[in-house]
């Protein structure tokens, strides 16, 4: 079985994680690509949200257009190139993007299976929107750092009740669903957390 497991790319990105990257087929069996560099705060949520950070920026709720270019131009052009009709698409996202992954397994067929480490599952809205959807995607990983409900903005707050429910939502729809705590903040330790959520997927299949 080929399996394309698609990551939006990490702002920041360091050489551990190109490293990581060029072992995940030989470890996995999975090919794992890239996508390109998106704006996080607008392609990635669902609908337009204030900031959350005094200095930061609105969000955008631009996903919609993202995933429509993923469908028609982005991910198909990866495949032309690589050559590949996969027989599986895997989303693995972190932050942000495993929001955007959990939401685009409601709005597309496009993968079977997700990964969301770190969700932003606080955003305004998203838990409630997502009773009401349904899931086409065969299985979901979950994974919260321990010390992710140990900070101090009033936002982030509900984000293990939060993770706990959409949990608990993709399963009441059928979806295989793993969620687990794992040691760290929110974005770190992260290469471990990606061994896990790949394991994980994996396992699955």
């Known amino acids: 079985m080929s399996v394309v497991c698609y990551i939006p790319m990490l702002e920041g ?7 990581w990257l060029e072992g ?15 704006d996080w705060n607008d392609d990635l949520t ?3 949200a204030d900031p ?11 996903a919609e ?16 190139k690589m050559g590949i009709v996969p027989d599986e698409r895997w989303l693995l996202g972190v932050s942000l ?3 955007f992954a959990v939401w685009a397994s409601a709005r597309s067929g496009l993968f079977s299976r997700i990964a ?31 010390k992710e409900t140990e900070g101090k903005n009033k936002h982030l707050k509900s984000i293990a009740e939060d993770t706990a429910s959409v949990a608990r939502i993709l399963e009441s729809k059928g ?31």
Do not use: C
């Not at 959350?52 to 631009?62: A, L, R, S, T």
């Not at 429509?68 to 990866?78: D, N, V």
């Open 116 to 146: 969301s480490i770190s969700g932003s599952f606080w955003y305004p809205g998203f838990v409630e929107w997502l009773e009401n959807q349904s899931f086409p995607i065969k299985s979901a990983y979950l994974s919260l750092g321990d």
């Open 13 to 19: 990105q360091s050489e551990e994680v190109q490293h």
């Open 97 to 99: 993007a495993g929001l």
């Open 65 to 80: 257009d993202y995933l429509a270019r993923l469908e028609t131009e982005i991910i198909p052009s990866i495949e032309r």
């Open 46 to 48: 669902p609908w337009p």
């Open 175 to 205: 979806v295989a669903t793993t969620f687990e705590w794992t040691e760290g903040t929110h974005f770190g330790p992260l290469i471990p957390r990606l061994d896990m959520a790949l394991s994980q997927l994996v396992q699955q299949l």
């Open 24 to 38: 995940v087929r030989e470890k996995w069996g999975v090919i794992p690509v890239m996508l390109p560099q998106v």
């Open 52 to 62: 959350i950070f005094k200095k930061g920026k609105p969000f955008g709720g631009k």
